[in-house]
């Protein structure tokens, strides 16, 4: 057994027009709007963002925008990763989130996939698959402190598997725009496993 003390914070990224509108976003690779810059920007006034060893964030451009907001100015972006992307709403992409989440939520958290979506399951590996690989070669380079650019599907997802949630209580807690977790872990490099040892919010 081999234990490392690892401390993983996760950010949403800023919003965008999507977001405003209240329609449902997954994989589509817009941009922030004009509001969710100048959000990010009185964000990074008044939040203080503990300091990594490294940066990561999704594949999609909000994130990296999110992050050259929050970061870019003294750290540099290590990696973009697909894994870390939203979770794929398939033909719902786009729709009013009034008509369509309850739904494709039911089917997301019972294993049985709506219109094409993910699953819980399959966004839960994906995004665990990817944290591993990225803990995996932290460690390797003696480093202790990530900070993942993404998404609230994403900040949901790791909060859950670190907290060992039951599935009823996947969609909370609430993630807003700009803020997010930090986790403090005991990293199991061998079992590729996490125990929580303390959380706090943005």
Known sequence: ???????????????????????????????????????????????????????????????????QILFGEKEELYGSYEGF????FGDIEAEPISEVAEVFYEGFLSEKPYKKGETLNQFKSRNLNQLIECCDDLV??????????????TARVLDFIFN???IEDYRTPSM??????????EYDTVEKSFKLLNQQAL
């Open 1 to 67: 057994m081999s234990l490392e003390k690892l401390t993983i914070m996760t950010v949403r990224h800023g919003q965008t027009e999507f977001n405003k509108k209240k329609l449902m976003s997954g994989w589509s690779d817009i941009d922030l709007s004009p509001a969710g810059i100048a959000q990010l920007q009185e964000r990074k006034k008044v939040t203080h963002y503990p300091k990594s060893d490294r940066y990561v964030s999704s594949a999609l451009k909000r994130t990296k925008q999110t992050f």
């Open 85 to 88: 992307n939203e979770v794929y």
């Open 140 to 153: 390797a380079s003696g480093l202790s402190s990530l900070t993942i650019v993404s998404h609230s599907g």
């Open 164 to 166: 060992n949630k039951a």
């Open 176 to 185: 807003p725009n700009g803020l997010g977790h930090i986790f403090e872990l």
